[in-house]
């Protein structure tokens, strides 16, 4: 059994990948768990899928390919809350309708502009293809992000937990609101080249909602959805080597197990 787990690990480009997966899945479960609380999953849905249009249009004017992600990420954004305060739709529909608009508009452009993008990697990433130094930029990325949302951690909880009462204290729900989605933007688009759109968008849903079945304490919920994300990430990576599948699809699939146990857990809890 110790050799099954420790074998994959004598290759450089599985210690790359497991690193790479660790660093991204622990960001993506603590974030997860505050759009959970929120209702905002959709959210990293659509950050995920506003990506491809922007890169594309970086790559035709020659600028690069992560800077018109980050621009795209935060077009998105913008028109998410533009739509908000002026249409009277839900938040899940505007969400919906603007990240179907922008991966739809990333597919045309995709069609009609010479571009080093490659569907199956936009979808499912490379994970096992990263190099060195580009697993060593995305975790000094995703470290940063996880510094900042420990530091304003508790501002953070107070305007995803209750809005009203963070302003009744001093607390800017704005300006915190917007810096988590700049957080999420970041994790979205360093996240993506490597693990691609499916992989983002369920380490930034999976984890907190199964967290969220066993717990209503939020620092306990966090510690459960890193654990599982780290976990999900560690058995993906070693079994995909052994059975020669998608790494990224076995992370989620491992995933997906821990949140259908969660919700096991939770019918029989409320017996």
């Given at each position: 059994?110790?050799?099954?787990?420790?074998?994959?690990?004598r290759?450089?480009?599985?210690?790359?990948?497991?690193?790479?997966?660790?660093?991204?899945?622990?960001?993506?479960?603590?974030?997860?768990?505050?759009?959970?609380?929120?209702?905002?999953?959709?959210?990293?849905?659509?950050?995920?899928?506003?990506?491809?249009p922007?890169?594309?249009?970086?790559?035709?004017?020659?600028?690069?390919?992560?800077?018109?992600?980050?621009?795209?990420?935060?077009?998105?954004?913008?028109?998410?809350?533009?739509?908000?305060?002026?249409?009277?739709?839900?938040?899940?529909?505007?969400?919906?309708?603007?990240?179907?608009?922008?991966?739809?508009?990333?597919?045309?452009?995709?069609?009609?502009?010479?571009?080093?993008?490659?569907?199956?990697?936009?979808?499912?990433?490379?994970?096992?293809?990263?190099?060195?130094?580009?697993?060593?930029?995305?975790?000094?990325?995703?470290?940063?992000?996880?510094?900042?949302?420990?530091?304003?951690?508790?501002?953070?909880?107070?305007?995803?937990?209750?809005?009203?009462?963070?302003?009744?204290?001093?607390?800017?729900?704005?300006?915190?609101?917007?810096?988590?989605?700049?957080?999420?933007?970041?994790?979205?688009?360093?996240?993506?080249?490597?693990?691609?759109?499916?992989?983002?968008?369920?380490?930034?849903?999976?984890?907190?909602?199964?967290?969220?079945?066993?717990?209503?304490?939020?620092?306990?919920?966090?510690?459960?959805?890193?654990?599982?994300?780290?976990?999900?990430?560690?058995?993906?990576?070693?079994?995909?080597?052994?059975?020669?599948?998608?790494?990224?699809?076995?992370?989620?699939?491992?995933?997906?197990l821990?949140?259908?146990?969660?919700?096991?857990?939770?019918?029989?809890?409320?017996?």
């Amino acid at each position: 059994m110790i050799e099954f787990l420790l074998e994959p690990l004598r290759y450089d480009f599985m210690r790359i990948a497991l690193y790479l997966a660790f660093s991204i899945c622990v960001v993506c479960a603590v974030l997860s768990c505050f759009l959970v609380l929120k209702s905002y999953s959709l959210l990293g849905d659509a950050l995920s899928h506003s990506v491809m249009p922007g890169m594309i249009v970086a790559y035709a004017i020659g600028l690069p390919l992560g800077f018109g992600a980050f621009l795209s990420s935060i077009v998105c954004l913008w028109l998410i809350e533009f739509l908000k305060e002026r249409s009277g739709l839900r938040n899940d529909a505007i969400t919906a309708i603007c990240f179907t608009g922008f991966f739809a508009l990333g597919l045309l452009l995709y069609s009609k502009v010479e571009s080093p993008l490659h569907i199956h990697e936009v979808l499912f990433g490379n994970l096992l293809g990263v190099s060195k130094s580009d697993m060593q930029t995305s975790v000094t990325v995703f470290g940063g992000v996880l510094v900042f949302t420990l530091l304003f951690f508790k501002r953070f909880f107070a305007i995803f937990f209750d809005e009203v009462n963070a302003l009744l204290v001093g607390i800017n729900p704005k300006f915190y609101y917007y810096l988590m989605l700049l957080l999420l933007s970041f994790v979205v688009v360093f996240g993506f080249s490597a693990v691609g759109i499916i992989l983002v968008v369920a380490m930034l849903i999976l984890p907190g909602a199964a967290a969220f079945l066993i717990t209503s304490k939020f620092w306990l919920m966090q510690i459960i959805s890193v654990s599982f994300a780290l976990l999900s990430s560690f058995f993906g990576v070693i079994v995909s080597f052994h059975s020669d599948t998608s790494t990224q699809a076995l992370i989620v699939l491992f995933q997906a197990l821990f949140f259908i146990l969660s919700l096991i857990y939770f019918k029989f809890r409320a017996l």
